[in-house]
Nanobody, 123 residues
Framework: QVQLEESGGGLVQIGDSLTLSCASS????????MGWFRQAPGKEREFVAA????????YYADSVKGRFTISRDNTKNRMYLQMNSLKPEDSAVYYC????????????????WGQGTQVTVSS
C-alpha cells in the first residue's frame, strides 16, 4: 500500500514563500514519479507539478511556472514543492500524488493520493 503524507502548509502573505513536503515509503520513491495537485473551494482539482522517479524531468502548470519548483530526494524518501511569489489564487488544499512516469507525461490523474495540506495566501 502506498502512503503519502504532506506537510508544510500554512497561512502566508502575498509574495511570501512556502515549501511543501511529501513523505512516503522507500518502495514508493524507488518506483514512482511524484506530483502535486491542488483544489480550491468551488473549483476543480488541478495539476500543479510533477517529477519523474529519476528526478530528471519535471512538469509544471502554466499558472505556477517560474514561481514553483518541484524536487525530490530519493535518499530521504521525500518530495518538495518550493513555492515563491505566492498569490491569493494559489490558496488551495495541496495533494501529494504518486504513479508511473507516463501518467504525468500524458496528463492523466495519478492513482495514489495523500490527505492534503492547506495553503492560504492572505491579501
Amino acid at each position: 500500500q502506498v502512503q503519502l503524507e504532506e506537510s508544510g502548509g500554512g497561512l502566508v502573505q502575498i509574495g511570501d514563500s512556502l515549501t511543501l513536503s511529501c513523505a512516503s515509503s522507500r518502495r514508493t520513491f524507488s518506483s514512482y514519479a511524484m506530483g502535486w495537485f491542488r483544489q480550491a473551494p468551488g473549483k476543480e482539482r488541478e495539476f500543479v507539478a510533477a517529477v519523474t522517479w529519476s528526478g530528471e524531468t519535471t512538469y509544471y502548470a502554466d499558472s505556477v511556472k517560474g514561481r514553483f519548483t518541484i524536487s525530490r530526494d530519493n535518499t530521504k524518501n521525500r518530495m518538495y514543492l518550493q513555492m515563491n511569489s505566492l498569490k491569493p489564487e494559489d490558496s488551495a488544499v495541496y495533494y501529494c500524488t504518486a504513479d508511473l512516469d507516463e501518467i504525468y507525461a500524458r496528463g492523466s490523474n495519478p492513482h495514489y493520493w495523500g490527505q492534503g495540506t492547506q495553503v492560504t495566501v492572505s491579501s
